[in-house]
């Protein structure tokens, strides 16, 4: 088989960011992406099966969990599928680090 010359697009979306959108995002990614440790990872996690343990509403245990970063793979198809607004609502900060020109 031989490679094609044009390669196509990666995205299967169509997604239109507005500027407001892009403020939000923006806004978003300072506050969302930060880094934690791994022993805060686990804390966190910890710290979730106890809420959950105790009987917990789902919402309180996410909101436990949203500090973690998301995977930098499964963020980056993500994006790729389903466009920006697939992923702001999560920690991209281990994405920016192996895909910094894609977020």
């Given at each position: 088989m031989t490679r094609p010359k044009i390669m196509p697009e990666f995205s299967i979306t169509k997604e239109v960011m507005t500027d407001e959108d892009w403020k939000l995002y923006e806004q978003k990614?300072?506050?969302?992406?930060?880094?934690?440790?791994?022993?805060?990872?686990?804390?966190?996690?910890?710290?979730?099966?106890?809420l959950k343990a105790q009987g917990a509403s789902k919402e309180e245990v996410?909101?436990?969990?949203?500090?973690?970063?998301?995977?930098?793979?499964?963020?980056?198809?993500?994006?790729?599928?389903?466009?920006?607004k697939a992923v702001w609502d999560f920690n991209l900060s281990e994405a920016k680090e192996a895909y910094p020109d894609e977020f």
């Open positions: 990614r300072q506050t969302l992406d930060v880094f934690v440790s791994e022993d805060d990872q686990f804390a966190a996690i910890e710290k979730a099966e106890e996410e909101k436990v969990l949203d500090v973690l970063p998301g995977d930098a793979n499964v963020m980056l198809s993500l994006k790729h599928q389903f466009g920006f």
